[in-house]
């Protein structure tokens, strides 16, 4: 099983692997993605990031407020989305 972990915050520059590359250090990491607008393509400054199910506490504990690329990660474990 896995669980998705929000992660605010991100630089605009950053990519879906060096997002994957940096929660790789600290946890077993099935994937992840940058949310970007529709119209423009630019990011939104955050993203999702689908960790193995025993690593997601820890992970969300240990990366939220850490530094990445000179900003203040935002972690924590993804909501579902509400449906209107």
Do not use: H
């Amino acid at each position: 099983m896995s669980k998705t972990l929000y992660v605010g915050n991100l630089p605009w520059a950053t990519s879906s692997e060096e997002l994957t590359e940096y929660f790789a250090e600290f946890g077993n990491v099935i994937g992840s993605r940058i949310i970007t607008d529709r119209e423009t393509g630019r990011s939104r400054g955050f993203g999702f990031v689908e960790v193995a199910d025993e690593d997601a506490e820890r992970l969300a504990e240990e990366l939220n407020g850490k530094d990445f690329n000179g900003r203040s990660l935002t972690v924590n474990e993804a909501r579902p989305r509400q449906t209107v």
